[in-house]
């Protein structure tokens, strides 16, 4: 493409151009796209509302840009390659023609029961190639889509269906993990007692037994059997919406985040060509499941759009031994992988024997995303994996971001352990002090934020626009607030410190400290909680719960195994505590509010530096909390 960066001075051209004149360049990299009408204005955007609109009164539809524009050149090119969870079970692989087919049939399905364009479609499946599928075909007819993690609890899928007011829900009988097999159906049905939907759909892929409700279940099969291959994309503004996808916040209720059509399909594209330097041809891998945001940017949309080979797997690293990783990266020659620090860590920690059987030498790109990497990690992923040649990207955005935002270009940007180096062209950092003045120069450390709109940033929070500007756009005048500490060293390369508020990274997926905290709390026994983050040398952060409770009729060990099966039922295994410790109190201000930060010291094990304690109601708690913690 056009708009590739080949080089160090390249890119520094580039930036300069990109942030001198945005509209301009945007307007330059969105021309290389199919809209069947072009924009009037590239930009209209004021932070204080907020209202950030691109490519205003442009018509697209973002499947356009993935088949049309490319089937007649590249048709019979790999699209997917689908990895099964079990090595022994023969994969998949569709070429673009062919999942463009399978697109539509599955499209027409979804208008044959009434589904339409501005409908919400919830997705809750494995990753098998119809999660993709489900998506494009809802993109195909305008239907918005919002993907769902497999991994949630019923409670927590109610609260998304009943949220978005979903009019179907794409599932399958149930899902292979490892050596688990887990009822997926089974889990809507329950979601379904406390929310109605109109239509469920479900794809066979473990042939358990199911219930099928008449009139409201249809199996995937039987639905697409005589639809067409052909069905006319929707025609879409720029500005309406693509999907909503649920991210945890510092309250309860899970939010969900908003992105549109036409700067999102522009950003993820631009940046997945630029970042990973994708070639033709070449097969990347990224390990995400796409019921988070990298799956939806770098397994779907930012690949096919850009013409790639994506690879979705079905598993897990470990299964059915530490080397999958690597027989699937030797199996298919994958050229460039993605994958998140946790999962290195959780490699590491095997040593180097399940790697050297397996050939590592077609990767040519390494990349590390979800949550800053530390240096060992790096250095090992590095070394053992890009066997010293390969280039990390090691890619910091959010949810929020819609794509990538501060990275290394693969093999231009001079890389540095731990450190996301440098914004991607468009992206406007700023650091700022905790009373929002701007800190110029290097070597500096504060808030992260960023001053200026790019094109796959989040519209609004579904339904509660008021609750988007609180969270992102109040804290600082004028600014996007990332949530996130970073510190700009001597050469104006960014490390990203993670985060400054409630919100705690578990192994790359954000989990609001408040929504584990309101799960604990529906334990009868429980009187109140606190939850923190902690370092943990796997997940790069673990939840460390503080628990007042009542012990009657209770043992310490008893009642918190309860805890932790209580917030697996409601949220979903990925949210339950690391660590319960039973407390007498909390530290707590005069006010009433919790002192996480003391609550993170102890949970960490620093105790040396307890900072201010005078406005504590009852210093004496902080030290009873350090007495108990085991």
Wanted: a negative charge.
């Amino acid at each position: 493409m056009s708009d590739r960066i080949y080089t160090l001075s390249g890119y520094l051209y580039e930036y300069q151009k990109s942030v001198t004149q945005p509209e301009e360049f945007w307007a330059r990299i969105a021309d290389s796209f199919h809209w069947r009408k072009r924009w009037s204005k590239v930009l209209k955007w004021n932070f204080d509302e907020p209202n950030v609109q691109w490519f205003i009164g442009g018509k697209l539809n973002i499947t356009e840009n993935i088949f049309e524009r490319h089937l007649f050149t590249i048709g019979d090119r790999p699209a997917i390659i689908w990895e099964a969870n079990d090595p022994n079970e023969a994969g998949r692989t569709l070429t673009y023609k062919e999942l463009f087919y399978e697109v539509n049939r599955f499209a027409n399905a979804l208008k044959s029961r009434g589904i339409g364009k501005g409908d919400k479609v919830i997705i809750y499946m494995p990753m098998v190639p119809e999660a993709a599928i489900a998506m494009l075909a809802c993109a195909r007819i305008g239907a918005i889509h919002s993907v769902v993690f497999a991994g949630f609890s019923s409670s927590a899928l109610a609260d998304r269906v009943n949220d978005c007011e979903a009019k179907a829900i794409l599932t399958s009988d149930g899902n292979f993990r490892g050596s688990k097999k887990i009822a997926v159906k089974a889990v809507v049905d329950e979601a379904l007692e406390k929310s109605s939907v109109e239509t469920v759909i479900v794809y066979e892929r473990t042939k358990q037994e199911v219930t099928m409700k008449e009139g409201r279940d249809f199996w995937w099969h039987e639905v697409i059997a005589s639809e067409s291959e052909q069905c006319p994309a929707e025609e879409m503004d720029s500005e309406d919406m693509l999907f909503i996808l649920y991210t945890s916040g510092s309250t309860g209720k899970p939010k969900g985040v908003v992105h549109t059509t036409g700067g999102y399909m522009v950003y993820s594209q631009y940046s997945f060509d630029n970042v990973f330097q994708y070639s033709e041809g070449d097969v990347y891998w990224c390990t995400a499941d796409v019921g988070w945001i990298t799956g939806h940017s770098y397994i779907v949309y930012g690949p096919l759009l850009a013409g790639a080979t994506t690879l979705m797997f079905e598993g897990v690293p470990t299964f059915p031994d530490a080397g999958r990783f690597w027989a699937v990266v030797e199996k298919h020659k994958v050229n460039v992988f993605y994958t998140a620090p946790t999962a290195i860590r959780a490699l590491q920690a095997y040593g180097t024997e399940p790697i050297q059987k397996y050939d590592l030498s077609s990767l040519k790109v390494l990349g590390s995303v979800g949550e800053p990497i530390n240096e060992e990690a790096w250095h090992w992923y590095h070394t053992h994996i890009g066997k010293n040649k390969c280039p990390i990207v090691d890619t910091w955005w959010q949810t929020e971001t819609g794509g990538i935002m501060v990275s290394p270009i693969a093999g231009i940007t001079p890389t540095k352990p731990a450190y996301a180096t440098l914004p991607l062209p468009g992206v406007q950092l700023c650091i700022v002090d905790p009373e929002g003045n701007e800190l110029t120069g290097n070597s500096v450390e504060g808030n992260l934020c960023i001053k200026f709109p790019w094109p796959s940033m989040i519209r609004t929070t579904y339904g509660d626009h008021e609750r988007c500007k609180q969270t992102y756009f109040s804290t600082y005048k004028g600014m996007y607030f990332t949530g996130d500490g970073v510190k700009r060293d001597h050469d104006g390369y960014y490390r990203i410190l993670g985060r400054v508020d409630d919100v705690i990274n578990v192994s790359g997926h954000r989990m609001g400290t408040a929504e584990v905290e309101n799960a604990i709390n529906e334990h009868p026994k429980v009187i109140e909680s606190a939850v923190v983050g902690y370092p943990h040398e796997v997940k790069g952060q673990g939840i460390y719960a503080y628990v007042i409770a009542d012990l009657t009729n209770r043992t310490e060990d008893n009642l918190i195994n309860e805890i932790k099966e209580m917030v697996s039922k409601i949220i979903g295994p990925i949210a339950k505590p690391d660590k319960i410790q039973l407390v007498p109190g909390l530290p707590k201000t005069r006010s009433g509010k919790i002192m996480r930060r003391i609550l993170r010291k102890v949970a960490e094990g620093s105790l040396d530096n307890m900072g201010d304690t005078s406005t504590l109601l009852d210093p004496d708690v902080v030290t009873k909390i350090i007495e108990g913690k085991k």
